[in-house]
């Protein structure tokens, strides 16, 4: 058993939803994951309000906190940069990480723009530090499963890729202008936000892309200012986007991401067809992948099977957690995907 195993400063740039989504995978990464590639320490975090970056160095367990964000990506006790800030906050954090040697993990979208994203590109290229941008549904257990099924090649040859991603929390059109509908800010509305995850799990799982076509739509041009809700402001990114895809293999796909599916709050759904069978996946249901074998070795039973993912240590990552049939929740997603991040740099 490994004792000496060494310690990683982690400096968090962001304290809110996914600030606290990364820390609660640092924690957990030596509880479930031993022996651990590394144990993450926490050092530093940084976040733009004095009072409230306090108060989660507090309850998350950071050393100190920040409210400038180059002390962290100079400190010296730092080796891991985590970015969790706003997309208009990723670009220079990142590239100034990078340069002064750290690694550097950084959410979705990578930036606001494809000129902002090659330049980080670009300084990533020339350094030696480990870089990833966090697309953590890679790394649902069930949707590993469904990549090695087709690269096997299983389903034979692939003909179609079909994903959506939808939400329904600016349907009220009095819901204020927040950053993520203004496109200086944002970069982009549910294109980069739920549209990024998608399009990496059609690459992911299916192959590169070679051609696309597609439609984007606001549907409410202006909403209320949130200092100043009796006056209202102009919507600059999308509400919903729809594509058609073709691969490089030959394979057809349609992608479409929305906030404006009523009723759906967090509804991210795929599904594949080739030559020998389909799968299907569904995020509200990640303990489960639907799959359909058009030759079945049982003749007598046909249709769609459903897995559990976590019956069998065999399926990825299901070992590291509870005992067979103890499901595991969203949140792990961030855990296989930090530990993925923490192997790649050790």
């Keep these: 058993m490994r004792h000496n195993i060494r310690k990683i400063g982690v400096g968090m740039l962001g304290y809110a939803f996914m600030g606290k989504a990364h820390t609660h995978a640092y924690h957990d990464i030596p509880i479930f994951f031993w022996p651990a590639p590394a144990i993450p320490e926490l050092v530093v975090i940084f976040g733009r309000t004095e009072e409230k970056v306090k108060e989660a160095a507090i309850r998350f367990g950071y050393k100190r906190y920040e409210t400038d964000w180059r002390k962290v990506v100079k400190d010296p006790g730092v080796e891991v940069v985590d970015n969790c800030l706003p997309n208009k ?18 959410e979705k979208p990578l930036a606001r723009s494809g000129e902002e994203a090659r330049e980080i590109w670009d300084a990533a290229k020339k350094s030696s530090v480990k870089t990833m941008v966090a697309f953590n549904y890679r790394f649902v257990p069930a949707v590993a499963l469904a990549r090695d099924i087709v690269k096997r090649g299983l389903l034979g040859r692939i003909y179609h890729f079909r994903a959506r991603y939808l939400q329904d929390w600016i ?175 050790v």
């Design 89 to 106: 906050m990723h670009k220079d954090p990142t590239i100034e990480a990078i340069e002064n040697g750290k690694h550097v993990i950084c």
């Design 171 to 345: 349907v009220d059109p009095n819901f204020p202008l927040v950053w993520r509908l203004k496109r200086e800010e944002a970069g982009s509305g549910p294109l980069g936000d739920l549209g990024s995850h998608i399009i990496d799990l059609a690459r992911y799982i299916v192959g590169e892309v070679k051609a696309v076509t597609g439609i984007m739509k606001t549907f409410i041009e202006e909403r209320p200012l949130p200092e100043e809700p009796s006056k209202k402001g102009k919507v600059t990114v999308e509400d919903a986007f729809a594509a058609t895809v073709e691969f490089e293999n030959g394979a057809i796909g349609t992608l479409e991401a929305s906030r404006f599916a009523t009723g759906r709050k967090n509804y991210n759904n795929f599904e594949i067809n080739g030559e020998k069978g389909s799968i299907e996946f569904n995020l509200e249901r990640l303990n489960e992948l639907y799959v359909y074998w058009k030759e079945e070795p049982i003749k007598e039973i046909e249709g769609w099977h459903n897995i559990i993912i976590t019956d069998g240590d065999r399926h990825p990552y299901i070992k590291y957690y509870w005992p067979p049939g103890h499901i595991i929740g969203w949140e792990h997603t961030f855990l296989n995907e930090i530990y993925h991040f923490l192997d790649a740099i």
